[in-house]
């Protein structure tokens, strides 16, 4: 099984930091917040690889980190420091070995058209809401140099009929769309570019249960038909349960433990995620 | 008592720096350069940046025809053309052939230009991807990074919502297959005339203060789709009443008292011309 | 030798309330070959689940030994075995039947079937279908049921979906927990049929019974394990 992205010392510390800031914060001290210097530590000294084909879940609660790990690798936010790097991807192959972080902005841009896409748990942090549901998909391809109209119609529809949106809709904006239905733009939208991988940020928390169900499902046959390689960040343990193979749970920006995923739900070793298993209703 | 004004009003270091301006423009087709707009005698808004340009390159033995939406005649075109002719002096002239300078408002002329001549463009808005960005800031990352795609989105949009591209005076083009330009807001008419031309296309805003320029032999493509192509303005079966002329860009006119629609070329001075070989046709002369 | 487990010992540590150590299993050796069938015997909460489960990596062994011997990759001490290398292990060379299935929601019992082949072994999504079809009915599945989704099943029709899953793709190893529990006599046979299948194709079991006939029909050693003194 190949590596895709390796993750390392992944750091980002808000304000002005100081030497202590990572010795005073995290799990044992209870904190984000340095009291030296008042800095937030959001994540720090996170590492880990994404293996091809496999759905990597990040579990953890608010504060934890998790969707600053998201940020950071989707190149919202510059890391305070760490690396990151891909192998292997295809249409990337020019930026295999090397730290994305230190490529310029063009670069990243390619990157998150092409090869890394995101998924929000707010649809509309990924849509343009000034925007048909069409054009948002659309906008994907033309970045990349599309031209043809009829060809690019045909894409999109294709693509939003595989996430299940109904497509007499498909010239709506996505104010006058349910919430699961702007998910599905959103992730129509993703994979517009066939990326090799994909974020997922809570992407069905706050969606009514039988919509998050479908969402779901659509994720994990879109991960089998794709063959994607994905992060899932929830706080919810069943669902990373259904769709992860590994997880990475996280506490006040720290990695507290990694491993297979019924490993961490049957055997967890660290206290947090034995509160965490323990804790679920 | 006679105010000593320097040749064409601005001073020379003025003129320089704009023509600093002017060659950085020509250096890099269809990017927006900023410079100091002076101040002048006609108010910001009414073609500052043209005459800015104008007055930065005109010499002594120039001509000079100064057109408003194609007409020599109008308010504006006459208080610019004489105020650039009492700064200089130089001959003046209505005849698109004879002009080495032509500053014009909203159009292109209908005959084609020469090497030898320079078409100057008074700008009211330099930036095309204001249309889809708000941000100064933002257009400007935009044109460094050539990440036009909220462009593309906008007429995509179009045809997805009305079925063509709606866009009429300010079409959008690309320059040198590198910036998005904006051409002024002439017809899409004009717009094919940027195109390889012979001659130098200079661009000034005043108010906003941008010189852009195409230099001879650019290309300057509108934007389309592979199956959506740019289209000028369909006058099939229209002709100016006055020289009957098909192959120009017509101006509707509504008549007085009897409320017809007439049609009239834009280029008062072409269809003048036009009228005059038909008179002489007339008299047995042949054109 | 296929499997060999050294002093296995998992006890484990209750951080979160009060604090304890609950000691499960103690000193567990054993050796299993190719195309046998050990069975695991002892008073319900010895440990034999955990003995499985340490196997699977479900567990974390906190003491001892588990060398497998891969296909992939030789010998493999599975407790200290990296992540990745245990997901592909599970994917392609140990199977495991729970005591409890695991529903996956929305997924007809035969695409459940199905899918290990399609997914892991390449093998056509018609095909895979066939074969699950065919492996169903076997089992008696009724055809009706096969299209269904398995969490409006009966237990004993959950457990042979759940046998299924684990054996249509021939794994080197399988690891079965109470397989036969929730099933009637006509399907344990049936189900005892299949796993002899397997043993004459060479694939090593390990496996927990609560009917002693059963254990017997199948079993070529048995191990006793005695609750953790």
Known sequence: MRVVLRVSNLTKIHGRGCPECLSLTGPEHETNLCKRCGSVVACANVSFELYEGEILGILGESGSGKSTVIKLLNFEMEPTFGEAYLYNVRGAEWANGKNLFSLNSYQKRMLKNKVISVVYQNPLLGLNANVSAAGNVAERLLVSGWRNYSLINARVESLLEKMEFPIQRMKDLPKSLSGGMQQRVQIAKALANEPSILLLDEPTTGLDLSVQARVLDLIRKLHRELNLSMIFVSHDLRVINLLADRVIVMKLGRIVEMGLTDQILNDPQHEYTQLLVSSQL | ?287 | MLLRVENLSKKFEIKVGQKKLIESINGISFELEKGEFLALCGPSGAGKSSILKCIYRTYIPTKGHILYNSYEYGLVPIQKAPDWQMIRLRRKEIGYVSQFFSVIPRVSAMDIVAEPLVRYFGVDEKEARERARWLLRRLGIPSNLLDAYPSTFSGGEQQRVNIARAIIWKPRLLLLDEPTASLDEKSARIVLELLKELKEEEVGMIGIFHNEAHLKAIADKVLEVKKYE
């Open chain 2, 1 to 287: 008592m006679k105010l000593n004004y320097n040749f064409a009003f601005l001073d020379e270091t003025t003129k320089r720096e704009i023509r600093r301006t002017i060659l950085k423009a020509i250096a890099i087709p269809g990017y927006q350069v900023p410079f100091a707009s002076r101040e002048l005698p006609i108010a910001k808004g009414w073609g500052t940046g043209g005459l800015q340009i104008t007055l930065s390159i005109i010499g002594p033995d120039d001509v000079l025809k100064v057109i408003d939406q194609g007409c020599d005649y109008s308010v504006n075109a006459v208080n610019i053309r004489k105020f650039i002719k009492a700064m200089t002096g130089v001959e003046t002239t209505t005849d698109t052939t004879k002009a080495t300078i032509i500053q014009t408002r909203h159009r292109i002329p209908e005959e084609p230009l020469r090497q030898d001549q320079i078409l100057v463009l008074q700008v009211p808005y330099p930036e095309p991807l204001r249309l889809v960005e708000p941000s100064e800031e933002e257009t400007r990352r935009m044109h460094a990074e050539m990440d036009y795609g909220k462009m593309y989105l906008y007429l995509y949009e179009d045809i997805l919502r009305y079925g063509e591209i709606t866009i009429g005076a300010r079409y959008p083009v690309l320059v040198n297959k590198r910036y998005i330009m904006d051409p002024t807001p002439i017809p899409r008419w004009d717009v094919p005339k940027l195109n390889m031309a012979d001659n130098l296309f200079l661009f000034g805003a005043g108010r906003e203060k941008k010189i852009y320029a195409v230099p001879p032999y650019t290309t300057v493509e509108p934007l389309e789709f592979e199956d959506f192509k740019f289209r000028v303005e369909d006058f099939s079966g229209k002709a100016c009443y006055k020289c009957g002329a098909t192959d120009t860009f017509l101006d509707e006119i509504v008549e007085d008292g009897t409320g017809r629609r007439l049609y009239a070329c834009s280029d008062t001075s072409y269809c003048e011309k036009r009228m005059e070989a038909i008179r002489h046709a007339g008299s047995s002369k042949s054109f």
